[in-house]
């Protein structure tokens, strides 16, 4: 069945410091949201991307739509204490209405 | 505005037993969802209702069912829990559910623990 990872698992960074994940799909998407779910909380929505190579910011973050569609990235720029918590993309196949999220990447920021 | 709710936050049951967990979609919403999040995973789909009915299912057995009422409101329904039942469960509700389109908004979710 359709897979969607995540890489990497978890992630420390310093204060100030960049930090990525990428999401890759098993099979093609039609589009891809992401999510951030901070410790005890409920995922929140980030973003949709839905065109192939679509690049969007949102302030400090920049989310990447592979040309393929499928893959993707989210890039957070000069990481602050208030990024921690787990980031998932949920990607969803055409002709569906199920969005497989991924394995997730759990970002630390030490001050 | 309210948001997408869920009750109760928290429950805790035995094997065997059943249990009924409730949403209410965002106001003006009429497409709910249902994942399953056990510890350290992501979200995994359940199913989904729209117009009353279930339009499409995840790869769960069936002692997960759900309904869905007229006021969009929604249940899902374990029957003889397991311990590995023991998860997050939440739901997520959009509007007029065009995937290429639409933001899922998520409930706090309930905290099922099974022993």
């Known amino acids: 069945g359709q897979q969607v990872m995540q890489i990497p698992q978890y992630q420390h960074v310093q204060e100030g410091e960049d930090f990525t994940t990428y999401c890759n799909s098993s099979?093609?998407?039609?589009?891809i949201q992401w999510y951030k779910q901070r410790p005890g909380g409920h995922p929140v929505f980030l973003i949709q991307?839905?065109?192939?190579?679509e690049v969007k910011k949102q302030k400090r973050l920049t989310f990447q739509f592979g040309e393929a569609k499928k893959n993707s990235s989210l890039h957070i720029t000069a990481t602050q204490t208030t990024d921690v918590g787990t980031y998932f993309c949920a990607g969803l196949t055409s002709g569906t209405y199920k969005y497989i999220f991924g394995t997730g990447t759990r970002l630390k920021v030490l001050a | 505005d309210a948001g997408v709710t869920q009750s109760p936050t928290h429950l805790i049951k035995t094997r065997g037993q059943q249990v009924t967990l409730r949403c209410s979609p965002k106001s003006g919403h009429d497409t709910v969802s249902w994942y399953q999040q056990a510890l350290g995973q992501g979200p995994q789909f359940i199913f989904q209702?729209?117009?009353?009915?279930?339009?499409q299912r995840g790869n769960f057995p069936d002692r997960f069912s759900g309904h869905q009422f007229p006021n969009y409101s929604s249940e899902l329904n374990v029957n003889a829990l397991l311990l590995g039942d023991s998860a997050l469960y939440l739901c997520?509700?959009?509007?007029?559910?065009?995937?290429?389109?639409?933001?899922?908004?998520f409930g706090p979710g309930t905290r099922l623990l099974v022993l």
């Open positions: 997520a509700s959009s509007l007029l559910y065009q995937p290429s389109r639409e933001t899922q908004y």
């Open positions: 099979t093609t998407l039609s589009n």
């Open positions: 991307l839905v065109k192939s190579g």
């Open positions: 209702y729209y117009e009353e009915e279930e339009r």
